[in-house]
């Protein structure tokens, strides 16, 4: 029986089982960790009342995951494959060269790298036009973006089927239509991160601090408007143009810095730390239910007003005959 495949069960594998179950399909996992089948399963736990909350499609059950003995086992029939194994460059070109050489040749293949290009990752496996880059968001079974990205020697078949299988699993593929280390979003998000890192190294704020500086500002925006939109509303009745005039010469400054600081143990130390503080009681897996709990909410809202991933709620919604107080 043919079936999809995750390969590497850590916090990004498990949520691609998660979505996969959810979305009706029967789902085989590897991951050559220790105790990583009790491990995935518990994150599968975890994420199911967020995935009842939106609503599961007919025949969706915990109960279609199987974990495999070897990779060889849990490719062998699949018709689709992710893998998630570290973000290591050797290690994932090795791991896709073994994946394609026990898959079926019609399988389509995916990576959820963060950053790496897929020609680099491509380079040693057989059939390598079945190979895209689908990199998913953190908790994948609910936020529904993922970067397609096709390599030199992807077939333009493969990125066609791939955006219509992660839209038929309620995703919002978003074809990234050029290869650059960290695709679209992550290189925007490491920008923010890498101020954040040095805002901290130089005693300016704490982890806490930043983190409000987002939540209660600017992230409640970027839910439903990214920030060229939301800045031409910044220039005030002529928009954009004037937003550049006005703040186009303080880019000069600049305000930011390029290079990233260097991970020393005080920074490591102060990062640590302050995200303990932060998460004060709390273990990951509550912060994880807070956090899925806020966003299922955040999409229920915006899917009244049909913008941004509530776009994409709804439609799941209207597809497969889930009422909106699912
Ligand atoms: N954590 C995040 O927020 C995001 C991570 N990603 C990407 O997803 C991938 C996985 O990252 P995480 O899940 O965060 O890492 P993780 O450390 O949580 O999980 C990695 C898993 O791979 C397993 N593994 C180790 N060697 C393996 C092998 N040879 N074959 C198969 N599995 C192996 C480990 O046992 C572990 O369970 C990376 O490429 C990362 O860049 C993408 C989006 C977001
Ligand atoms: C930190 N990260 C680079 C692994 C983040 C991502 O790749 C996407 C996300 O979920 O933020």
Known sequence: MSHATVIGAG????????RLLAQGHDVIAWDPGADAERKLRESVDTAWPSLEKIGLVEGASKERLRFAGSLAEACESAYFIQENAPEREAMKVDLLAEISRTAPQDALIGSSTSGFKPSVLQQNMTAPERFVVSHPFNPVYLLPLVEVVGGERTSPETVERAMAFFKDIGMHPLHVRNEIDGHLSDRLLEAVWREILHLVNDGVATT?????????????RWAFMGTNLTYHLAGGETGMRHMLEQFGPALKLPWTKLE???LNDQLIDRMVEGTQEQAGDSSIRELETLRDNCLVRIMEALSEFETGAGQVLAAHRKKHGIPSDA
């Not at 916090?11 to 998660?18: E, F």
């Not at 806490?208 to 409640?220: F, K, M, S, V």
């Open 260 to 262: 990233a600081p260097e």
């Open 11 to 18: 916090v990004i594998g498990a949520g691609w089982v998660a």
């Open 208 to 220: 806490g601090e930043l983190d409000q500086a987002i939540t209660h500002g600017p992230g409640l």
